[in-house]
Nanobody
Framework: QVQLVESGGGLVPPGGSLTLSCVPS????????MGWYRQAPGRQRELVAS???????TYADTVKGRFTISRDSAKNTLYLEMNNVKPEDTAVYYC?????????????????WGQGTLVTVPS
């Protein structure tokens, strides 16, 4: 089974920058869409950014222009670069892997979640 390990969370002042990393246990980028979600206390988990198997990226309106999702195949790592962070960015951030339809049908693959990493931006 695929496992995802996130790292890079911590305390960062408003306006600062932080980069989160996610390392899958295998080389999965060709068969899984990847994404970053976040969940703040008392709020529903929300999609922050995603990158498809084909490289298409999407962003939540709240982070557009400030965050960048990317992947490095050589390092087998997914990144979320967070710039100009705000207190409302405070949340636990989760890496997510979503298998393509063919992989689900042929091999029975399922979505995978990381354990989460906490990002705190004080006000």
């Amino acid at each position: 089974q695929v496992q995802l390990v996130e790292s890079g969370g911590g305390l960062v002042p408003p306006g600062g920058s932080l980069t989160l990393s996610c390392v899958p246990s295998g080389r999965i980028f060709s068969i899984y869409d990847m994404g970053w979600y976040r969940q703040a206390p008392g709020r529903q988990r929300e999609l922050v950014a995603s990158i498809s198997r084909r490289g298409m990226t999407t962003y939540a309106d709240t982070v557009k222009g400030r965050f960048t999702i990317s992947r490095d195949s050589a390092k087998n790592t997914l990144y979320l670069e967070m710039n100009n962070v705000k207190p409302e960015d405070t949340a636990v951030y989760y890496c997510h892997a979503d298998p393509d339809e063919a992989a689900v049908s042929t091999h029975g693959l399922v979505e995978v979640w990381g354990q989460g990493t906490l990002v705190t931006v004080p006000s």
